[in-house]
């Protein structure tokens, strides 16, 4: 193809972006500064962004899925109950927590929960069920699942197989089921009565601290995880939203991918959150 005259890069072209290079570089270097976190004890992560989001824009949508929306601050309230329940159950910094939920806000609430702990989130994919399931919950060996409505049989199917005890066995409404099956703890009624600010925790996360298990899509075998630490989330999520896409609070990222893969759970969720932005699923 030919290049014409238009296509061409001239010093007066380079001269006019200069303004807008200008303005870009103080969110630029803000994004490198937050995308490399090198001090072991800053906190840092999921949690701790999450926050600081919250901060910037608390009556903002934060999540948004058909006819619900989330503000920052309901959003970050409704984790900080969850976490803080978690905690009282034994869960701590460190441990694993199987997620077996379909995209919806009640998944993401639930892995910032266990974020503002310090735990792990196993990012089960929901397709999976029967020998694949089973490996899957092994590989990572979890203190605790937490299984959506709409999962609930292809876990039972399975639970026999696994090392799970009941009382961690929490189960999380969807819109079609408000009966808690036998074997399961409602995690949101159970989290209710809980403190909605935010835990202590959240301020213990660092660099180099696990936030998930991420697994392969099991193509050539059965899935492998893989760990995503949080000083990880942090480059992944600053460069894309800050770096990249300026994102910021009035905006809103509408994301079609599953969340229990780095992309959508990462880079997507983690853009919007770095811009206090909307994230649409």
Known sequence: MSRTSSDAITWGKMLRKLPTIARAIPRIVKGM????VQDPTQPCGLGWCFE???????QGPALLCGD????????????????????AQGIGKGDCVAIFIENRPEMLVTVLAVA???????????????????????????VAVVVGAERVAAFND?????????????????????????GFVDLISSSTSHPGDNPASSQQVFFNDPCFYLYTSGTTGLPK???????RWMRTSTSFG?????????????????LYHATGLCVCWGAAICGASGFAI
Request: hydrophobic residues 45%.
């Open 33 to 36: 500064k937050l995308a490399n």
């Open 242 to 258: 800050l770096i990249a896409l300026d994102m910021q609070p009035a905006d809103v990222l509408y994301c079609t991918l599953p």
């Open 68 to 87: 619900t929306v989330l503000s920052y601050a309901q959003a970050n309230e409704q984790a900080n109950r969850i976490a803080h329940y978690l905690l």
């Open 158 to 182: 399975v639970r026999a197989r696994t090392s799970l005890s009941g009382h961690r066995t929490w189960w999380v409404a969807d819109q079609d089921s408000s009966v808690v099956p036998s």
């Open 52 to 58: 600081q989001a919250t901060q910037r824009n608390p």
């Open 116 to 142: 503002k702990v310090g735990a792990v989130s196993a990012m089960v994919n929901t397709s999976q069920t029967g020998d694949a399931l089973v490996h899957s919950l092994a590989l990572v060996t979890p």
């Open 225 to 231: 995880a893989g760990v995503f630490r949080h000083g």
